[in-house]
């Protein structure tokens, strides 16, 4: 198994996990451990914006500080999560200093490799959320047309899949490439976060379409139901020209 330098530092109530550099892997507001501090890992959750339908069945490949972990848990009740994480270090710290929950009925922790549990595994997910990084930023298979062809299999009918494009901000159109050919050209890129982060979507069954309108009531629901504001990235779509007819389409 893989195994990082793992450093903790906090500053201004935000505690940080780092693998060994000044990259930032996770954090953790440590007054809200359940809200995602991160701008990206708000995004990352933007498929809530796009279908109705919660999502039952998450799959979610890096567990890093387990925001997303977290909020998947506590925040969409109803819902069951698989994590895969190569590092059993990382799952040690997420439990130490990040407040992740024990494994139970909904909550299930795999240490091994996203990519080779994607291409053995059987279950069908609603929602596969990829944001698996190295000490250096790579990502190595997670980026790859075989594994995001091995997501689409795994996806259930309406499915999404959101992946983190950090490291690859000036030269991701490879790999936006690769996911649009694995989904027959139903995928697209959100406009940079102040981070870098660039965030990419992918979605199978039922065409997503949702009205600008729409988009801003379903963001200001998500923000009063469970404290998840995208209302920023709907304005940051629609400046940036991405929602042609003003509309998401997916």
């Given at each position: 198994m893989s195994e990082?330098?793992?450093?903790?530092?906090?500053e201004a109530g935000v505690r940080y996990l780092h693998f060994g550099s000044e990259w930032v892997q996770g954090a953790m507001r440590v007054r809200r451990p359940i809200d995602l501090e991160l701008a990206y890992t708000r995004e990352m959750m933007a498929?809530?914006?796009?279908?109705e339908r919660t999502p039952r069945r998450i799959l979610l490949?890096?567990?890093?500080?387990?925001?997303?972990?977290?909020?998947?848990?506590?925040?969409l009740p109803d819902a069951k999560i698989t994590v895969?994480?190569?590092?059993?270090?990382?799952v040690a710290a997420a439990?130490?200093?990040f407040k992740l929950p024990e494994e139970d009925a909904r909550l299930r922790i795999v240490i091994g490799d996203g990519a080779e549990y994607i291409q053995r595994s059987r279950p069908s997910f609603d929602y596969i959320l990829i944001d698996g990084y190295d000490e250096n930023a790579r990502v190595g298979a997670l980026d790859?047309?075989?594994?995001?062809?091995a997501c689409r299999a795994r996806l259930a009918d309406d499915g999404l899949l959101a992946t983190n494009l950090f490291g690859r901000a000036r030269k991701y159109k490879?790999?936006?490439?690769?996911?649009?050919?694995?989904?027959?050209?139903?995928?697209?890129a959100f406009p940079s976060c102040d981070s870098g982060n660039v965030i990419a979507f992918a979605a199978t069954g039922d065409e997503v379409n949702v009205s600008l309108p729409d988009l801003r009531e379903r963001a200001s629901t998500l923000k009063r139901d469970i404290n998840l504001d995208l209302r920023a990235t709907v304005?940051?779509?629609?400046?940036?020209?991405?929602?042609?007819?003003?509309?998401?389409?997916?």
């Open positions: 990082y330098a793992i450093d903790i530092s906090e498929g809530l914006l796009m279908r490949v890096g567990l890093g500080a387990a925001s997303l972990t977290k909020f998947c848990y506590w925040r895969v994480e190569i590092s059993p270090g990382v439990r130490q200093f790859s047309l075989p594994f995001y062809q490879p790999a936006l490439d690769r996911l649009a050919q694995a989904f027959d050209g139903r995928s697209m304005s940051r779509l629609e400046q940036a020209k991405s929602l042609p007819g003003d509309a998401l389409v997916l």
